[in-house]
């Protein structure tokens, strides 16, 4: 009995769970495949003499909107900044690009890297000086979206925005102009404050911060009514890429 005993033992063990047997750890994967269409829609505005020289390339802004412009109506996203300087006959030279976040969702759930992929293959973009800025919900997207791909912007202008100061060891390289009224309520000074903070501790010597001492909630409206910011985002350009 005890021989039959011992022969049969080592396969009763093989049938019980790995952690009864003491079997220790196995290496497992998961892979899933995902085949939802990724898509924004977005506004977009060619500079004047676009058309004139078809083998010029344009530097481009990517505008990202606020909270109250989320949601399927394209013409709310022209309200303010850029698009908004559009509407009022400006001329910027710059390929300008609005794209409009989906009601109840976040500017860092949506393919805004892509977009910009699109774009340039789409039309004639400067790689080397594509810019991103954006107003509240749309400036926490843009430190969002520098610290994603910091080598893909030349310079970025984030609105009343914030977002996780440690990040911002991806980007002490770049050119960064950032903007708060200092009686904002909803979005306190100190969201941007602590930003710029930490990019002059990571070594940053191109960062730029504007309090307007005046302005609450709205500091998107003297920003992008002011040519500065245009000339500012001109004067930056990435190594020019082959």
């Known amino acids: 009995m005890r021989e039959l005993l011992s022969a049969l033992l080592p396969a009763a063990l093989s049938l019980l769970p790995l952690s009864a047997a ?47 412009e989320r949601g399927d109506d394209l013409q709310k996203v022209g309200v303010h900044g850029p698009p908004k300087r559009i509407r009022e006959g400006a ?35 400067d790689p080397s000086r594509i810019y991103l800025s954006g107003l509240s919900m749309g400036g926490y ?6 610290t994603l791909a910091p080598h893909r912007f030349a310079a970025i202008a984030p609105v009343c925005g914030g977002g996780v100061p440690y990040r911002m060891r991806e980007i002490p390289h770049l050119p960064v102009w950032a903007f708060h009224g200092a009686k904002d309520t909803v979005v306190v000074p100190d969201e941007s404050a602590r930003l710029v903070e930490s990019l002059k501790k990571n070594g940053s010597k191109t960062v730029k911060f504007t309090v307007y001492p005046e302005a609450a909630h709205d500091s998107w409206t ?12 001109l004067s930056h350009s990435l190594a020019r890429k082959n």
């Open 22 to 68: 003491g079997a220790g750890l196995t290496e497992e994967i998961f892979v899933k495949e995902i085949t939802t269409p990724e898509k924004l829609e977005y506004l977009l505005s060619l500079p004047k003499d676009y058309e004139a020289d078809t083998e010029k390339k344009w530097p481009l802004i990517v505008f990202l909107h606020g909270a109250g």
């Open 141 to 146: 997207g843009t430190w969002h979206f520098a």
């Open 91 to 125: 001329e910027l030279p710059f390929v300008i690009a609005s794209p409009q976040c989906p009601d109840g969702e976040w500017w860092t759930e949506q393919p805004v890297l892509k977009l910009i992929d699109h774009l340039e293959a789409n039309f004639r973009v």
């Open 222 to 233: 003297e920003t992008y009514q002011n040519p500065e910011l245009y000339e500012w985002f």
